[in-house]
């Protein structure tokens, strides 16, 4: 009798649950649909990451995008602070060829100074060696004129004697003494 007191029960309690689906669903078609219908499954799990890691489910699912977030903004920073080291470096590599060209443009300055000081220093020598030609020869006419009119007087002296040209003669004498 027990066992038909439980089977009643039973019976009376799916009943009741069978009827309160019918009347929450609306219709007997949509019913029967609802019940038809399968739970979704979730066929993207099981999950292996690169790294060899394996996602049973969706918490864990969530743990590893939380994780490669992180990751993306990390990579994301330090992306931005090397473009950040990138044009600091540009800039001063700027400032380094500025700094280049200027030393080229000095060293361009320099070289055309130095060449010029040595053309100006040719040309120096080579008037002075001139000059120095010049000398003497003006040094080997000045004797020979002191020898020709040395000369000349020896010659006057011998055919004039003593008739007052003396002091011309001391004169000349003198000056043949200072070269």
């Known amino acids: ?32 649909e609802t019940w038809s219908q399968r739970a979704p499954r979730i066929t993207e799990l099981p999950i292996i990451t690169p790294t060899g890691q394996i996602v049973n489910s969706v918490e864990d699912l969530d743990m590893q995008l ?6 993306l903004e990390e990579k994301e920073k330090e992306l931005e602070e090397s473009k950040t080291k990138q044009l600091a470096t540009c800039e001063k590599l700027d400032k380094l060829t500025d700094t280049t060209n200027q030393i080229k443009k000095y060293y361009i300055k320099l070289k055309s100074e130095i060449y010029k ?40 002296e011998g055919n004039v004697g003593n008739d007052g040209y003396e002091f011309v003669k001391k004169a000349i004498l003198a000056d043949e003494k200072v070269l």
């Open 117 to 156: 000081s040595e053309s100006e220093i040719n040309e120096l020598r080579h008037q002075i060696e001139d000059y120095k030609k010049r000398q003497v020869r003006l040094r080997e006419e000045v004797n020979e004129n002191v020898k020709y009119y040395t000369g000349m007087l020896n010659n006057i």
């Open 66 to 71: 939380e994780f490669l977030e992180n990751q």
């Open 1 to 32: 009798m027990l066992a038909y007191y439980v089977a009643s029960v039973l019976f009376a309690t799916s009943l009741t649950i069978v009827i309160f689906l019918f009347v929450t669903s609306g219709s007997l078609k949509q019913f029967k």
